[in-house]
C-alpha cells in the first residue's frame, strides 16, 4: 500500500489577541501520521481536542488566526511526496478537490440559500473543469449523483427544500465530483438522527469501494469508528495518543484514555452504567505538564506528571504514548 497522506511534526496553532493580550491555542502539537491507499482512516477523541483543526492543516487551509509554526504536510505525486503546505495557491487550488477534498462540519455552509443545488454544482466544475460547456457539465453531475444512488432531480431543489441528512449526503456528492485520492469528512453525522447517519455512513463506504481511495473521518463517535474505520488513531490535547488498526484498537486498547472512549459506548442489553473519563478535556491555552491526561488518569504516576511520554511501538503497527508501556523511545518495555 501506498502512501497517500503524510503530516509530520506539525504543530499548528490559533494566535488571538484577547484584551490586548495573546492567546495560542496549541490546537495541533507534535502530530505525525502516515495514511494509506485504500482504507477509512478514523481520527477519534472528544471535543476540542484539536481534530477539526487537524483536518483543516491537513487540507493545507490554515486562515487566520489558525497559523502553521512547524512540520510539513505530504500529498502523493506518482512516486514522490509533495510538501502542500510548500506549494502556491495556484498548485493547491489544482490539487483541491482533484486530490484532495474536504466535507465540512454541517452542509449548510456549503450551499448557497438562495441558489438551487444544481447551481452550486456548476460553479465548482466551471471553476475545475475546462471545455465543457453547461448542459455537459449539468450532465456529468447527473451522472454522479445517479452513481451515488442519489436522484439527480435534487439539483433543482433549493438547500432548505432538502432534509438534513439529504443535504448532507448531496454535499458529499459536491466533495467526491472529481474522484478525489483523498477525502476528509469532519463529523459527517453531526446533527443527524440515527436513519440519515446511517446513510451517510453507507453513501461514504460506497464511495471509497466505488473510487479505491482514503476516506479521513473525524468523529468523536466511537461507534461510528468501529463501524466503518479500517485503521484510527486516538488524539488527546492536541496530540497523537494511539494508533491501531480498528479491530486491534477495540479488542486490545493501551492507552486509559482510549479505554475510558471505548467503555463509554453504549452496548445492546448491557443496563451497566458506562463509565466515561473523570474531568473534562485541559485547556489547549496551558495544557498540563507531561502526560496531558494526567490529571484525569487513574494511573498517574509522578514521571506522568513531568515527562511527556513518547510515541512508541509496543506491538506490530499498534502504538501509544503512555509511561504504561514504556513511553520512550530508548526506554525499556515491563
Ligand atoms: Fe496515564 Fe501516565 Fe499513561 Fe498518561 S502516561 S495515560 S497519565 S499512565
Redesign the pocket.
Known sequence: MKTVLKAENLRAFYVLQVAGRKKVIQAVNGVNLDIQEDQVYGIAGESGCGKTTLLKVLFAKADPPLQIFEGAVYYRENDSLLNAIELDSEQMRKLRWTYISYIPQGSMSVFNPVKKIKSTFLDFLQSHVQNRVKKELLALAEEHLRKLGLYPRLLDAYPHQLSGGMRQRVSIALATLLSPRVILADEPTTALDVVAQRAVLQLLQEIQKQLKNTIVLVTHDMGIHANIATHMVIMYAGKI?EEASTEEMFTNPF???TRYLINSLPRIGDKRVRESAPGNPPSLVDPPP??A??PR?P???E??SSKQ?DFVEVSAGHKV????YG?ANHGTFT
Open positions: 495518543v492507552h486509559p484514555y507531561g502526560c491526561f494526567h488518569c494511573e498517574a504516576t514521571l506522568c511520554p504514548a503512555c509511561w504504561l513511553g
